[in-house]
């Protein structure tokens, strides 16, 4: 069994801004993304990824809630996306959620902040069940999801690889 996530000791600090995903956010969101491309399991793809790859994501979230974090500097400090688990019409009500967090600011409070903001927003649009995929290598994600109410619903077993590593695919589940 996952144990919940510790108790969070700073909060985010008020000077943080939350918008919808757009594209001047283009070059800080890839950045951020290719950073955990390189250094951990948490972004599946192998290999660093253009700007263009950017689009990819705006389309998945076109129709679905979405967040950047920034700092007063204007960088992005963490963004975060639902989109659709399936595009057949029996599963509008679930989605699936992306998050990235700069590794120096995680801890922090802003991924919760990230997740009650995608909560709320999904909510209102009729979303009820939230879904995640999650490398068995990602431990604090694990631990994250399961300390907000995420529970394991699924694994894929052996189906991953990076870095010479083999990783099961943990699906983890949250009615909202």
Known sequence: MVQPAEKILMPVSPEI?????????REGIIDLFNDYI?????????????????????E???DYPSVVARLPDGNVAGFGMLRAHNPMPAFRHTA???????PDLTGKGLG????ALLEDEGK????????????????GSIRFHAGHG???CGRFKKVGEKKGRVF???WMQKDI
């Open 17 to 25: 801004t939350f918008s919808r995903i757009s594209e001047s956010e």
């Open 38 to 58: 390189e250094h951990s399991f948490a972004a599946y793809p192998e290999q660093k990824v253009p700007y263009e790859f950017f689009s990819l994501f705006l």
């Open 60 to 62: 998945a979230c076109r």
């Open 96 to 102: 699936e959620i992306t998050y990235f967090i700069r």
């Open 112 to 115: 919760s902040k990230m997740l």
């Open 124 to 139: 209102r649009q009729g979303i009820t069940t939230i879904l995640s995929s999650i490398s068995s290598l990602n431990e």
């Open 150 to 152: 995420f529970t394991e």
């Open 168 to 170: 099961d695919t943990i």
